[in-house]
């Protein structure tokens, strides 16, 4: 076999045992649905458990970049903390060590008797065949991805086998057995190790390939102990890959794998060459097989991380130093403050945890204030890094429903009087209104953003309609939301006459932009941008009508407000209609000088 060929075998081999790796731990996440998602963020409160939850984890999907990729996407929502996250990585590195030893299956030979049957080559032929049979004939899903989990290990054996095969006429060529002892210089060992795994992006290959190279009689323990520390290096590499464009936690969750390998290369290299350079070792010439690199690979890892694991709170300190927060990261933990209100043992006091939940949801009120009035600010001056801001509190606010919501469902279990369980269903309602105000704040500068990148522009007129439009939607959500957080019934009864007055401006301003259109002055683009916006205005409008009838059902259905009674009526149809023109009025310079603004003067499509 000449070295092309060689290569090409390899390189083959190399395919199919990353396929069969894929093909199997995508079948056992299948299997198991989003257990293993809910686990890793669920049964994570001691450091302890993280580890042990990362290694059964990353030993079932057999990948430790994988597990690390979950946990940065878990950090980076807030479903997860730092330390939580440490821990679980901690354990993937332990985890994906499980791999080599499953790969020891591959070197089982024999001619006879019991060998022959638990020869690799049997149990590959054995598994495929059940696999394959579970694949085409299962009936049901999960059958199908047990088929596929068989597939998948009976493919990784046979791109082993494949591996072994392409460098076994290695063992009698004395180029490579001179060239393989030039790594057994530790540097060397450690780079090797560490540009293969990072080419690979795979450590379990980079051990498969290292098992494979074993079988030549050329390995000996001088040059595996420092490759497979390379190659926890090198294994860092598509996690730090995958926080590109997290948070800083979430930067921070990918550091801890190779600052984690980095601590434990150091370590080792200190202690054992260190220890080597007075004892002189005699195994460190020994030749070492399959079997001995795995069990070097998980000795490696193990003592790693039991070594680190009294300084877990040390390493989160450090990530913190070497990824400080910025002035928004600071911000939005101040944001998060506001969840500490909702503790689970006021639950049994319902009266102290309603108290808790409005303080919490009236700073959810504020936070949907201020998004809606960055995303209007966007229309007159757009700004990538507000635009993500908006997004970013987005998510807050979604965050805030959420807990909110799971803190009052757990509320409204408890006994509770007549009074507080209209204050718990007052209290969902309004949270589902900010949280869909939100929305639309999201979608408005979601909008400014495609104008931007079209590089779309408006006529004078146009924006002088949207102006207009803006402060009156300024004022609608700031009043709407003064309204509850103050329990201020005065200013929520005007609500439902101002979202009138926004309706009747949209409509008036979507017929004087068809005028433009037809008339050559906008184009098509532009319509649509100014249609999806006044679509949003109207529907904020509706929702902050929504928020006021919280006050208003309040004021007329709780007893303790009988001497209100009189003002938390209905309006008549006459000061219904005395509000709304004065609101029109406020906002007249939307109308043609020789067409005073009203809903009757103008033509609607």
Known sequence: MNIFSMILSLLCGVALFLYGMQLMGDGLKSVAGNKLETLLYKLTNTPVKGILLGTIVTSVIQSSSATSVMVIGFVNSGMMQLRQAIAIVFGANIGTSVTGWILCLSYIDGSNGIAKILSSSTIAAVVAIAGILLRMLGKRTVHKNIGNIMMGF??????????????????????????????????????????????????SASVGILQALSVTGTINFGIAFPMLLGIGIGSSVPVLISAIGANRNGQRTSLVYLVQHIFT????????????????????????????????????????????????????????????DSPEDLEDQADSADFDLLEERLLSTPAIALSQSRRVIDGMSRKVRKNVGRALNLIHEFSQKKY????????????????????????????MNTKQTRQVTMSLRAIGDLERIGDYASNIARITNEIHEENLSFSDEAMKDLNVMIEAEREIVNSSIASYQQNDLDTAMKMKPLASAITSLCEIVKTRHIGRLTRGECGMQQGAAVEELLNSFERIASHCVAI????????????????????????????????????????DVISNKERPLSVEAETIA
């Open 154 to 203: 009976a493919i990784l054996m046979v791109g082993m086998q494949q591996m072994s095969g392409a460098v076994s006429p290695l063992r009698d060529s004395p180029l490579f057995i001179n060239a393989i002892t030039m790594f057994s210089n530790p540097i060397l060992g450690i780079l090797l190790g560490t540009v293969m795994t990072a080419i690979l992006q795979s450590a």
């Open 548 to 587: 006021s009838g919280v006050v208003r059902r309040e004021y007329q259905e709780n007893p303790d407000y009988h001497v209100h009674s009189a003002k938390a009526r209905e309006l008549t149809e006459e000061e219904f209609n005395q509000i709304y023109q004065e609101f029109l009025t406020k906002y």
């Open 388 to 415: 993500e801001k908006v997004q970013r509190k987005e998510d807050l606010i979604d965050k805030y429903e959420s807990r909110v919501g799971s803190y009052l469902m757990l509320l409204s279990k408890q006994e």
């Open 265 to 324: 290369l150091l370590i080792w290299t200190i202690c054992f060459y260190g220890l080597n350079a007075v004892l002189h070792f005699p195994f460190i010439n020994d030749t070492v097989n399959p079997v001995y690199i795995a069990a070097l690979n998980t000795a490696i890892r193990v003592v790693g991380a039991v070594l680190l694991f009294p300084f877990i709170g040390k390493m989160e300190e450090l990530l913190c130093k070497l990824i400080k």
